[in-house]
């Protein structure tokens, strides 16, 4: 790996873990606690600090971030001293949370290294199937998210209505919540590459994917699951690597892998009745809704199902939790409240999908149990856990809810796959009826069962082994009493642990690292998609060499060529890609190049956008990023264009640039009647 790549992953790293845990600590989070939770924590900084930028004018930059949080840091411990020496918290129906006994420090060192142990793992993973990380994801949406980064590092402004100005919209005129983008922007400011700093951020979503599961279980007080819950998750096919690589959807991985690390956070909050731990709630429920807000569904749907179980096991009740929940919802609203009134203002904007059904329902519940979903094999062992789980699902206690909520999206994963109407489009709508995104919500609950096998199968062991010494055993008890066989029994039981965990560990070829590196190869790299090719890259080269920084070039929104603007720092006209119809509508000036550009001989309108935009090169490639693509009209046909001087051709792509002739008739001119012969394409 190269020293770039490196930088990059590490300051992605301290992005990501070092404010939210700052701030954590602040607030009197345990340790244990502030890790797992640092990420989720960081994004609601993220959400609240680029706010407040945006409405004071303040630039998007590192500085601004870092300076923020220590405001943020200091002001939590002031407010929590003074409540602390007033006794102002004893009033209010918490405790707080600094009065409950301290686990050892060494059991919550156990449990972060865990959780770290499994985050290298499943970002070295992600890493090596990308190629590393200068590689090129070849799906439709990682060229808006990539230049979504680019954007907001140019203009150093975050806010989510900004981001739509990728496509030269007016600023304003849309919404995309851009909490991924933001960050990611801030490693770009060191001087990384666009491209590199969204992959190593893609890349650190099974991190923190790993640390959250820590959290959740660590907040039950299941000790044993929290071990190996990161280490299962990071396993998994699908997810988090088949959401990683394919379409891509990054900021719903993301958002998805930070929904562990909320519940940690809202868990602890109730059944510790710490006011901290409910800030911070607050704080990560803001956070997963800039990322994307349908993760944050999830996590509402996770949450209602902790909810239901606590209250039917009497261990909480509702006329005690009411208040602690009400103030944490109304709390996230003001934090989020900007976007949340821009996302639904422009609700109107948006696409509707309703996919078509592939699978009948033996099909789709098959594939999801056997951790194959729309994949080729089974990770066989992951299933052998989860039968295990199942076997002895009575004793999961506290973390039965769960899997339930697992068991939740499978149904709906069934329904988008399996079955079409009205019902179905109303259930599945929120996920764009998105049997992909259905599979990994339904893997999140079975990843826990998995765990729960590991803990069974180790528990039965650790039986086995002490009816095997019982004689032994008998023997010690009588000589060093029941306090030394006790401990010696505990001892067993560990080994069993860990014994379990490595034979897994060892028979799936290291947690399916390599299957997973194989899964995510799938769409990273020239030739595994049609959005950047070989010849496409040496083109991308050669105009980077020949366009000064002030100049846009014109380029076709469906061939890959925005890569240029991430990897080179060229300006297209076109900085991501668009699919008819287009929503939102494209302004005037970028549908009028869209459909008639290649009228450039005789049309005045075409020439004052390209003096408008100082337009001097235009650059065209011969694929399309999906096959379902075509050619904008306006390209079509531009080697008959008089007006237009090829300067570089290799047979993947054309450079041509501006040199303009006097103007002609439109009725002489046989380029634009190529434009209008595929208008409607």
């Known amino acids: 790996m190269s020293s770039t790549s490196v930088a990059a992953i590490a300051l992605t790293a301290a992005f990501l873990i070092l404010p939210g845990l700052v701030v954590s600590l602040s607030a009197g989070a345990r340790l244990v606690i502030a890790v797992a939770t640092a990420p989720v924590v960081s994004f609601g900084l993220v959400t609240a600090i680029s706010r407040v930028a945006t409405g004071t004018g303040l630039p998007w930059r590192p500085v601004t971030f870092v300076v923020a949080v220590l405001v943020v840091a200091l002001a939590v411990a002031l407010l929590r001293l ?80 900004a981001v739509v100005a990728v496509n030269h919209f007016t600023p304003g005129s849309n919404y995309y919540p851009d909490a991924f983008h933001a960050l990611a922007a801030l490693v770009v400011d060191f001087g990384i590459n666009p491209v ?21 279980v660590w907040q039950l007080d299941m000790l044993r699951h929290a071990l190996v819950a990161p280490f299962i998750g990071v396993s998994i096919a699908a997810f988090p690597t088949d959401i990683m690589w394919r ?45 994307h807000p349908s993760a944050a569904l999830a996590a509402g749907i996770f949450a209602a199902a902790f909810l239901l179980q606590r209250w039917g096991t009497r261990e909480g009740r509702l006329s005690t939790d009411l208040v602690p929940l009400a103030v944490i919802s109304l709390l996230t609203v003001v934090v989020a409240f900007p976007a949340v009134v821009t996302a639904v203002s422009n609700s109107d904007n948006g696409a509707e999908y309703d996919w078509p059904a592939v699978q009948n329902a033996g099909e789709a519940v098959g594939e999801l149990l056997l951790f194959n979903y729309d994949a080729p094999l089974p990770q066989i062992w992951l299933f052998v856990l989860l039968v295990i789980g199942l076997a002895g699902i009575r004793r999961l206690g506290r973390l039965a809810w769960w899997p339930a909520t697992g068991a939740f999206f499978a149904v709906l994963l069934v329904m988008a796959a399996a079955y079409d109407g009205r019902l179905v489009a109303l259930m599945t709508g929120p996920w764009w009826n998105d049997r992909f995104r259905f599979a990994a919500m339904a893997t999140l609950g079975l990843g826990m069962l998995a765990t ?3 803990i069974v199968a180790a528990d039965f062991l650790a039986a086995l082994a002490g009816r095997v010494v019982a004689r032994r055993r008998a023997a010690t008890t009588s000589a060093d009493g029941p306090a030394a066989a006790g401990g010696r029994t505990a001892v067993v039981r560990w080994v069993a642990l860990a014994a379990v965990l490595g034979v897994f560990g060892f028979l799936s070829n290291g947690f399916y690292s390599d299957y997973n590196r194989s899964r995510m190869q799938l769409q990273f790299g020239p030739g595994t998609g049609g959005s950047v090719t070989a010849p496409e890259y040496e083109a ?40 008819t119809p287009i929503r939102p509508a494209l302004e005037p000036d970028q549908e009028a190049v869209r459909t008639r550009f290649n009228c450039l ?24 990023i999906i096959p379902s693509m075509k050619r904008a009209p306006g390209l079509n046909g531009l080697a008959d264009v008089e007006s237009l001087q090829l300067v570089f051709d290799n047979g993947g792509a054309q450079i041509y640039r501006i040199v303009e002739q006097p103007l002609i008739d439109e009725r002489d001119d046989d380029a634009c009647e190529q434009s209008a012969d595929t208008a409607g394409n």
């Open 540 to 579: 991308m080269e050669e105009i980077a060499r020949l366009v000064p920084d002030d100049q846009v070039v014109m380029n076709d929104p469906s061939d890959g060529s925005a890569w240029m603007w991430a990897r080179h720092g060229v300006r297209p006209m076109f900085g991501q890609a668009v699919l």
């Open 196 to 216: 590199v700093a969204t992959n190593a951020l893609v890349a650190s979503v099974p991190a923190v994917l790993a640390l959250g599961l820590v959290g959740v």
């Open 601 to 624: 001989d005789s049309s005045e309108e075409i020439r004052q956008i390209v003096d408008e935009y100082n337009i001097e090169y235009v650059y065209v490639a011969e694929g399309v």
């Open 82 to 161: 003074v409540l602390r020496r007033t006794g102002f918290d004893t009033r209010l129906p918490w405790r707080a949370a600094d009065r409950a006994p301290a686990p050892p420090v060494r059991t919550q060192l156990l449990a972060v290294a865990a959780g770290v142990l499994a985050a290298a793992l499943g970002t070295g993973t992600a890493v090596w199937g990308m190629g590393g990380l200068t590689a090129i994801n070849q799906g439709f949406d990682a060229l808006f998210h990539v230049n979504a980064v680019t954007l907001i590092s140019e203009t150093r402004n975050a806010d989510p209505s």
């Open 452 to 454: 729960h096998g590991v």
């Open 247 to 291: 379409g891509p959807i990054w900021p719903f991985a993301l958002g998805l892998a930070l929904v562990p690390a909320m519940l940690a956070l809202l868990v602890g909050s109730l059944r510790q009745r710490s006011m901290g731990l409910a800030g911070l709630s607050v704080l990560g429920a803001a956070g997963v809704l800039l990322v």
